[in-house]
C-alpha cells in the first residue's frame, strides 16, 4: 500500500503532526479544544462516530451501577472483570487485530466470519481502528501516528476522536481505497455521496442498529445464563475495556521511555514491548506483534500464553479458519536462538573469568 496514501487517509488535527518537520506534540489545551470540537454533533453530523465511540462505553456504566447496588456479590464482579480482560479482549484481537486489520488468517465461510464478528459485545466499529492501524504500523512512533507515544498519555487516550477519522476531504479513488481496507469484515459501507454526508465509511443506521441487536441478543444470552446479576455484571464491567483499551498504546510502547528487555523484546524498530499481563489475558504480545504483525500468533516463546492464537486454531479445528499465517518457527531461527546461543556463551565466559585465579 502506498505510504503516500496512508499520509492522507486520516484527518490531520487543527494543530497538525508535525513543526519544523519535526513530530510536534501538542498542549493539553489544543487537545481538549479539538476533542470538544469532535465531541460536537450540533455543530457537524459527520462527528457522529467520534460521539459514538464515548457514547457505547457510558452506556455500559448504568448495567454498573444496576450492579453494584442490586446484584453485587465476588463471584459475579470476578466474571464480569474476567469477561472484560479475557474475552473481550482475546476476540478484539482476534477480529479488529488479527483479521480486521492484518488479514493473519481467512475465514472458509461468511458465518463463521459473522460468529466471531457478533463473539461479545460489540464497542468499536471496525473502521475507527483498522485504518488508522495501518498508518501506526506504516509510522510507528513518528509524525502521523495517530496514537503516537510522545504524544502522551491523553494523546493515546483520546486519539479515537483527535486522530483516528478518516479524512473528510478524501478523493473517490481514495475513498475507495480506504473502504477497501475494512470491507472483508463484513462492513456495509457507504456510497461516496454517503460519505460526504456522515464522514465515515459506515452508516450512523446500521451501525447503530448492529449494535443495539448484538447488545439485546447477549443480554438475553447471560440473563438465560444467570439472571439480570450476570448479565449486568458483564455489561457493566466491560467499560474497564471500552476505556482500558484506549489507554494500551501508551503503555505497550513503554510510555515513550525505552523498557525493551534483551531476550524478551526482540524487535528494535520502535520502543514496543512485550507486557505480561495484556499478553496473557488476550494474547497481545505487542514486540512480537510489531516484529511480525501479520501473523496468527503473537506468542512466540513457550511462557507467552497466547489466547487470541488459542481461539483461531479452535476455530481452523472447526473448519471455520482455512489457513493462517504463523511466524513461530522463524522467529525461533533468527531472532531467539541465536541471542540464547550468544546468551549462553557470554555466561559460560563469565564463570570462567570467574574461577580464573587471581593475576599475579
Same mark, same amino acid.
Given at each position: 500500500? #502506498?505510504?503516500?496514501?496512508?499520509?492522507?487517509?486520516?484527518?490531520?488535527?487543527?494543530?497538525?503532526?508535525?513543526?519544523?518537520?519535526?513530530?510536534?506534540?501538542?498542549?493539553?489545551?489544543?487537545?481538549?479544544?479539538?476533542? =470538544?470540537?469532535?465531541? @460536537?454533533?450540533?455543530?457537524?453530523?459527520?462527528?457522529? &462516530?467520534?460521539?459514538?465511540?464515548?457514547?457505547?462505553?457510558?452506556?455500559?456504566?448504568?448495567?454498573?451501577?444496576?450492579?453494584?447496588?442490586?446484584?453485587?456479590?465476588?463471584?459475579?464482579?470476578?466474571?464480569? =472483570?474476567?469477561?472484560?480482560?479475557?474475552?473481550?479482549? *482475546?476476540?478484539?484481537?482476534?477480529?479488529?487485530?488479527?483479521?480486521?486489520?492484518?488479514?493473519?488468517?481467512? =475465514? #472458509?465461510?461468511?458465518?463463521?466470519?459473522?460468529?466471531?464478528?457478533?463473539?461479545?459485545?460489540?464497542?468499536?466499529?471496525?473502521?475507527?481502528?483498522?485504518? %488508522?492501524?495501518?498508518?501506526?504500523? *506504516?509510522? %510507528?512512533?513518528?509524525?502521523?501516528?495517530?496514537? @503516537?507515544?510522545?504524544?502522551?498519555?491523553?494523546?493515546? &487516550?483520546?486519539?479515537?476522536?483527535?486522530?483516528?477519522?478518516?479524512?473528510?476531504?478524501?478523493?473517490?479513488?481514495?475513498?475507495?481505497?480506504?473502504? #477497501?481496507?475494512?470491507?472483508?469484515?463484513?462492513?456495509?459501507?457507504?456510497?461516496?455521496?454517503?460519505?460526504?454526508?456522515?464522514?465515515?465509511?459506515?452508516?450512523?443506521?446500521? *451501525?447503530? &442498529?448492529?449494535?443495539?441487536?448484538?447488545?439485546?441478543?447477549?443480554?438475553? $444470552?447471560?440473563?438465560?445464563?444467570?439472571?439480570?446479576?450476570?448479565?449486568?455484571?458483564? =455489561?457493566?464491567?466491560?467499560?474497564?475495556?471500552?476505556?482500558?483499551?484506549?489507554?494500551?498504546?501508551?503503555?505497550?510502547?513503554?510510555?515513550?521511555?525505552?523498557?525493551?528487555?534483551?531476550?524478551?523484546?526482540?524487535?528494535?524498530?520502535?520502543?514496543?514491548?512485550?507486557?505480561?499481563?495484556?499478553?496473557?489475558?488476550?494474547?497481545?504480545?505487542?514486540?512480537?506483534?510489531?516484529?511480525?504483525?501479520?501473523?496468527?500468533?503473537?506468542?512466540?516463546?513457550?511462557?507467552?500464553?497466547?489466547?487470541?492464537?488459542?481461539?483461531?486454531?479452535?476455530?481452523?479445528?472447526?473448519?471455520?479458519? %482455512? %489457513?493462517?499465517?504463523?511466524?513461530?518457527?522463524?522467529?525461533?531461527?533468527?531472532?531467539?536462538?541465536?541471542? $540464547?546461543?550468544?546468551?549462553?556463551?557470554?555466561?559460560?565466559?563469565?564463570?570462567?573469568?570467574?574461577?580464573?585465579?587471581?593475576?599475579?
Amino acid at each position: 500500500m #502506498s505510504d503516500n496514501f496512508l499520509q492522507r487517509v486520516l484527518a490531520p488535527p487543527p494543530y497538525g503532526w508535525t513543526r519544523d518537520s519535526k513530530f510536534y506534540k501538542p498542549t493539553v489545551r489544543e487537545m481538549l479544544s479539538h476533542w =470538544f470540537a469532535r465531541m @460536537n454533533l450540533f455543530r457537524d453530523r459527520r462527528n457522529w &462516530l467520534a460521539v459514538s465511540g464515548w457514547a457505547w462505553p457510558v452506556a455500559l456504566l448504568p448495567f454498573a451501577v444496576v450492579f453494584f447496588t442490586q446484584y453485587f456479590s465476588w463471584t459475579l464482579a470476578l466474571a464480569g =472483570f474476567a469477561y472484560a480482560m479475557v474475552v473481550l479482549g *482475546t476476540v478484539n484481537i482476534v477480529w479488529l487485530h488479527r483479521f480486521g486489520t492484518h488479514r493473519a488468517f481467512t =475465514f #472458509s465461510h461468511p458465518l463463521y466470519r459473522f460468529v466471531i464478528r457478533n463473539l461479545t459485545i460489540r464497542i468499536i466499529p471496525e473502521e475507527v481502528y483498522i485504518v %488508522s492501524h495501518h498508518v501506526h504500523h *506504516t509510522y %510507528s512512533e513518528q509524525a502521523g501516528d495517530p496514537y @503516537n507515544v510522545h504524544g502522551g498519555r491523553l494523546y493515546c &487516550l483520546l486519539a479515537a476522536e483527535l486522530h483516528q477519522g478518516i479524512a473528510r476531504d478524501l478523493s473517490p479513488a481514495d475513498y475507495a481505497r480506504t473502504v #477497501s481496507l475494512v470491507a472483508h469484515t463484513g462492513v456495509i459501507a457507504n456510497s461516496y455521496t454517503q460519505f460526504q454526508r456522515w464522514g465515515s465509511i459506515c452508516h450512523p443506521g446500521w *451501525t447503530s &442498529l448492529h449494535f443495539a441487536l448484538n447488545w439485546a441478543f447477549w443480554y438475553g $444470552a447471560l440473563f438465560l445464563i444467570g439472571g439480570h446479576g450476570l448479565a449486568c455484571a458483564i =455489561f457493566g464491567m466491560s467499560a474497564i475495556w471500552a476505556v482500558g483499551i484506549r489507554d494500551f498504546n501508551f503503555d505497550a510502547h513503554g510510555g515513550g521511555k525505552d523498557k525493551r528487555r534483551d531476550g524478551v523484546d526482540f524487535h528494535r524498530g520502535d520502543l514496543s514491548i512485550n507486557q505480561l499481563f495484556a499478553g496473557t489475558v488476550s494474547g497481545e504480545w505487542h514486540n512480537n506483534h510489531h516484529l511480525y504483525p501479520s501473523g496468527a500468533r503473537s506468542g512466540f516463546l513457550w511462557w507467552q500464553l497466547d489466547t487470541a492464537w488459542w481461539l483461531i486454531r479452535l476455530v481452523k479445528l472447526l473448519g471455520g479458519v %482455512s %489457513s493462517y499465517r504463523d511466524f513461530k518457527e522463524r522467529f525461533l531461527e533468527k531472532h531467539y536462538r541465536p541471542w $540464547a546461543k550468544q546468551h549462553a556463551e557470554l555466561l559460560h565466559d563469565a564463570v570462567i573469568a570467574q574461577k580464573a585465579p587471581p593475576p599475579r
